[in-house]
């Protein structure tokens, strides 16, 4: 970790001279980026890391002896061992590189919730979860007789200790949840169902990809079993993402996939797996994204991952509160305490029409399902606005998306009318 004396400050118009993508207009407008939930722009340290390993370092790693293969494959564990920094792992053994946090959510569901599920055990998880933390559950639960079961959550869309000791039962083996939402920015009392999963036998999985970005993470601290996040959310690049597990489940899980370098023996009939991490990473791997990730790792680590928090919830609190006084807008989830997204609706506009007005504002949100349809049937809308912030984003751009929402307002005058949703449950 960085010592927190050498810490740069977060002066969010200073950080973004570090990200290229700054330097341009869109519709001859400055870029306000709000859609960083989606994915994260990249800073000029992870560009220039990954350009420097292909341009001076690039070679397969586990395999060779020659000068190349071992720059890269030391690069490629120094990435590991920054994961495990991050995270406050207990072993570098306890992190898996995959392609993204739905290839380690699959990866969990299958190698180890499949083989040790049955008819009558329970799957617990909430109706809010993004579908990579609900579909291979629904795999699950088809192809072993097991249950899923929903913790039911607030009006305004929270999940509550006291409705996680509700759904969990003697019958619970898995606990899947989202840390934050990815559509109402709210954020689940991990630890809590921590303890409750373990009192029962069960396990938690939990889905970080939110989380990862902005708060400060201790997998030891949470006591959670599995937890799997996305490189390209945390300013790292696509094509990475982690999986952490406790080692001792991954010692008891066979691999997910076959091949390359995770073998130790092969005969004609027959294979030994190497130990764990590596008996997870069949082929090559993502060699180049993992030095990406390192790189994007210690740009949020000189800032400091608290600091990064406080920054974030300040600017998701103003934008909710800001949208939520605008004649006409229905902001969904908490009204404090979000972190980094806000879901909207502008009266009877629909949210891609809103989302293509910003956009000739120059400013870049997600309009859709946001991978929750589920949620979004809950909530009685096919579809919402997305705002996400991050370390580059300040009080101007929460200036600026107010205003573009008061265009959209203005462009589409008598089509405008009531909000969309009504009086449901989960809106402001």
Same mark, same amino acid.
């Given at each position: ?34 859609? *960083? ?10 560009? $220039? ?22 720059? #890269?494959?030391? #690069?490629?564990? !120094? ?49 809010? /979860? ?10 699950? !639960?088809?192809?072993?007789? #097991? ?38 920015? !709210? ?11 373990? #009192? ?8 970080? !990809? ?19 996040? *996305? ?15 406790? /080692? ?8 997910? $996939?076959?091949?390359? $370098? ?167």
């Amino acid at each position: 970790m960085t010592d927190r004396t050498l810490r740069r400050p977060l002066v969010p118009k200073a950080l973004r001279a570090d990200f290229p993508i700054f330097d341009q207009t869109i519709a001859g407008r400055p870029l306000v980026y709000l859609d *960083s939930a989606a994915t994260a722009q990249k800073p000029r340290a992870v560009l $220039e890391a990954m350009t420097r390993f292909y341009e001076r370092d690039y070679a397969n790693v586990h395999r060779a002896v020659h000068t190349l293969a071992g720059r #890269a494959t030391e #690069a490629y564990e !120094a990435a590991r061992e920054a994961v495990r920094r991050f995270l406050g792992a207990r072993s570098a053994a306890e992190i898996v590189f995959t392609r993204s946090t739905t290839g380690s959510l699959n990866l969990v569901a299958q190698a180890y919730a499949r083989p040790r599920l049955g008819p009558g055990d329970e799957i617990v998880l909430t109706p809010l /979860e993004h579908h990579a933390n609900l579909l291979p559950w629904q795999r699950v !639960a088809r192809e072993t007789g #097991a249950r899923l079961v929903f913790i039911e959550p607030t009006d305004d869309l929270r999940i509550t200790e006291a409705a996680i000791d509700q759904a969990i039962s003697p019958r619970t083996k898995i606990v899947a949840l989202a840390h934050v939402s990815n559509v109402t920015g !709210a954020v689940a009392p991990i630890a809590h169902a921590a303890r409750r999963a373990h #009192a029962v036998g069960a396990v938690i999985v939990v889905d970080a !990809a939110q989380s990862a970005p902005h708060l400060p993470l201790d997998v030891r601290a949470l006591d959670v079993d599995f937890l799997a996040f *996305s490189g390209h959310k945390m300013l790292g690049p696509t094509g990475i993402g982690v999986l952490y597990a406790k /080692e001792e489940h991954l010692r008891s899980m066979e691999p997910y $996939e076959v091949g390359g $370098e995770m073998i130790d023996r092969v005969t004609l009939f027959d294979a030994t797996w190497r130990e764990p991490p590596w008996k997870f990473e069949a082929g090559t791997p993502p060699i180049a994204e993992a030095i990406g990730l390192r790189a994007a790792i210690e740009y949020l680590e000189a800032i400091g991952m608290d600091a990064i928090e406080a920054h974030v919830v300040r600017l998701t609190n103003l934008a909710a509160e800001a949208l939520a006084n605008e004649p006409g807008v229905t902001v969904y989830g908490p009204r404090t305490d979000r972190h980094a997204v806000v879901a909207f609706n502008v009266g009877r506009i629909h949210a891609h029409d809103v989302s293509t007005v910003l956009d000739a504002e120059g400013i870049a949100v997600r309009a859709g399902h946001h991978c929750a349809q589920p949620l979004m049937t809950r909530l009685c809308v096919p579809a919402t606005v997305r705002a996400s912030f991050y370390l580059y984003n300040d009080e101007d751009d929460v200036e600026r998306l107010v205003v573009g929402v008061r265009r959209a307002k203005e462009f589409f005058g008598d089509v405008f009318g009531e909000p969309v949703s009504g009086d449901h449950p989960g809106s402001l």
